[in-house]
C-alpha cells in the first residue's frame, strides 16, 4: 500500500511538472508569435571582435522590416561595452528595395569619426553584414552617405 502511495506522489509530481512546462511554453509563444528575432552586429570596446544582440521586432511588410532594422542600429548598442555602428545623430535618409537591391540613404552625420568610429567603410561593410544575416533577399545592398555611394558590392 505504501508503495502505491509514493509512486502516486512521484507521478503527481512529473504530472505537475509536465503540466507547468506546457504553460510557460505556450505563455511563452503566445507573447512572441507577433515578433521576429534578429541578429545584431556590433563591434566590441574591448577587442576588435564583432559581437551579437538579440532584439525582437514585430512583424512587418519587408520594406518596413528592413527600414525599422537599419533604424533600430543607428541608435547603436543597448551594451555599453559595444561601438555604435556610425557616430551618433546619424539619420536613415531613405530605405528602400527594388527587386533584389537595397539602396540605403545615411545622413552625413555618418562621415563624421571619433573615438568609437575610426573607418566608414569597415562600419558600412558591419551595415551589410546585419542586413545579409537577417534578410537573406537580397543580392545587392548600396550604401549611400550623403549621396555618395560607399558600398554597393554585391555577393
Do not use: W
Not at 12 to 17: A, E
Not at 97 to 126: F, H, M, P, Q, W
Amino acid at each position: 500500500m505504501k508503495v502505491e502511495l509514493k509512486n502516486n506522489k512521484v507521478f503527481q509530481t512529473f504530472l505537475g511538472i509536465v503540466i507547468g512546462s506546457f504553460i510557460i511554453s505556450l505563455a511563452a509563444f503566445f507573447i512572441h508569435s507577433n515578433k521576429v528575432r534578429r541578429i545584431c552586429f556590433f563591434r566590441s570596446f574591448d577587442s576588435d571582435r564583432v559581437c551579437t544582440e538579440t532584439r525582437y521586432f514585430p512583424k512587418m511588410e519587408r520594406n518596413e522590416a528592413v527600414t525599422a532594422f537599419v533604424e533600430e542600429l543607428l541608435l547603436g548598442p543597448f551594451t555599453n561595452r559595444y561601438k555604435a555602428i556610425y557616430s551618433r545623430g546619424t539619420k536613415l535618409e531613405f530605405c528602400f528595395a527594388k527587386e533584389k537591391v537595397l539602396y540605403v540613404g545615411l545622413s552625413a552625420e555618418a562621415l563624421r569619426t571619433d573615438n568609437e568610429i575610426t573607418d566608414i567603410r569597415g562600419s558600412a561593410d558591419l551595415i551589410r553584414k546585419n542586413i545579409v544575416k537577417n534578410f537573406t533577399n537580397f543580392n545587392k545592398i548600396c550604401i549611400f552617405i550623403d549621396g555618395v555611394e560607399v558600398s554597393g558590392e554585391e555577393f
